[in-house]
């Protein structure tokens, strides 16, 4: 039975759902012991997930960013690097701390592997004890925009940190078909280490059931699909430029459903063209002429639904959603960025001709008309980029670990 380690970044889902998803897989390969490593939503999010594991659930305070209005506040999470910060303690003594208690439960549990998705100080602990570490990743150097340079020592830090593992695993397709290209820019020494595994789809067939009443009101309607994902500043700040959007003149009569990513029933609510509200299943029943659907959380069911027939995708650059969309899906995107990663990621998909880049109110309402005017355009690139889209990187990473856990028999 091996032992294997599974330090899952908390910020945002996107490091949750792909561990998660290989996770499934790996529990598939044999009868090991799998411990789980993360803080704050992620932390609860597990235990949720495996009641009957939580000795194997570790609470680790690994260093994040202090959350702004719009996602994270490059301000504030510079400042604290040396200082304390709303109830942060200065970052170098945070770095120090949550390795220390990292290096304890190393030395304790006595890993086989360590699978990081992007917990790079978990790198370093394995290096030094010569265990087997595979780093999941859509980054390594980001592209700087608006003139970052100052940023420059913390991604060189940072790369430093992620050279030190034993493969580093790209969640996405091989060039030139690699969304993330302007957030790698790998260095000739780490090239032997990488691996294109893909995006880790979801492969697990859908039971389908009777269809919802959101899913009869959708039907034969045209609309975009307007997602807000991310942790709390993330998804606030990509929801309140949506509503800016709305109040546009041009966007009276665009239909949209938003999926608020919020297990919130009180969310949910259909609006028709002059803002009177209704239920989802009162608007089916009354087959509401709407032009705005609101739901805190889509089932799995739901969203392929919606995915399925919507005309194109407004999200935030989000790596895993956008894989998702434009891969599986075949549907051009708005991208909307909240911070760098997702900007350098939108502005690969606008230069591919695979959707459309916007900031603020003017630019989404213009966005959404050049979609219209030139649909035809972005669904043949999408349907070029899909044919050739890798989404097994669940299936693909699993190999290696099974690889490497028989190499060490």
């Known amino acids: 039975m091996a032992k294997i380690g599974q330090f899952i970044y908390p910020w945002g889902n996107g490091h949750y759902s792909r561990m998660m998803r290989l996770n499934e897989k790996l529990k598939e390969m044999g009868d090991n012991e799998f411990h789980y490593f993360s803080k704050g939503d992620i932390y609860k999010k597990l235990l949720g997930k495996f009641p009957n594991e939580k000795e194997n659930i570790h609470e680790i305070l690994m260093p994040t960013p202090i959350d702004g209005k719009f996602g994270p506040s490059l301000t504030k999470s510079m400042l604290n690097f040396l200082l304390p910060l709303e109830e942060n303690k200065p970052l170098v003594t945070q770095i120090s701390s949550y390795l220390k208690n990292e290096a304890k439960l190393y030395n304790k549990i006595g890993f086989d592997l360590v699978i990081n998705d992007g917990d790079m100080g978990s790198n370093v602990l394995a290096q030094r004890r010569n265990i087997t570490s595979l780093f999941v990743t859509n980054q390594f150097k980001p592209k700087l925009w608006k003139s ?88 606030d700040g990509t929801g309140e430029r949506y509503e800016e959007a709305f109040h546009q003149s041009e966007m009276k009569n665009e239909k949209r459903i938003i999926s608020h990513a919020r297990n919130d029933q009180s969310i949910d609510r ?140």
């Open 270 to 409: 259909v609006l028709d063209k002059d803002g009177k509200e209704y239920s989802i299943s009162e608007a089916y029943e009354k087959q509401i002429d709407w032009v705005q659907i609101d739901k805190g959380f889509l089932s799995e069911q739901e969203k392929e639904t919606v995915l399925n027939l919507c005309k194109y995708a407004v999200v935030n650059g989000s790596h895993t959603v956008m894989g998702e969309i434009l891969g599986s899906h075949a549907k051009p995107i708005i991208g909307i960025p909240i911070y760098d990663e997702h900007t350098n990621q939108i502005e690969w998909t606008k230069e591919k001709k695979l959707g459309l880049f916007a900031r603020n109110r003017v630019q989404i309402a213009e966005a959404v008309r050049e979609m219209h005017e030139n649909y035809e355009e972005f669904t043949d690139s999408v349907k070029e980029f899909s044919r050739n889209f890798n989404g097994n990187g669940v299936s693909n990473t699993a190999k290696i670990v099974s690889e490497i856990l028989e190499d060490k028999k």
């Open 148 to 235: 970052r340079f100052y940023f420059k020592p913390a991604l060189e830090f940072v790369a430093k940190q992620i050279s030190k593992a034993s493969k580093i695993l790209v969640a996405d397709t091989e060039p030139p078909y690699t969304m993330c290209e302007y957030n790698l820019n790998f260095t000739k020494e780490v090239q032997e280490k990488v691996v294109y595994v893909g995006h880790f789809t979801n492969e697990k067939k859908i039971e389908k059931t009777e269809k919802s009443d959101l899913e009869k009101l959708v039907s034969d309607s045209v609309y975009g699909y307007w997602m807000r994902t991310g942790n709390k500043s993330t998804n």
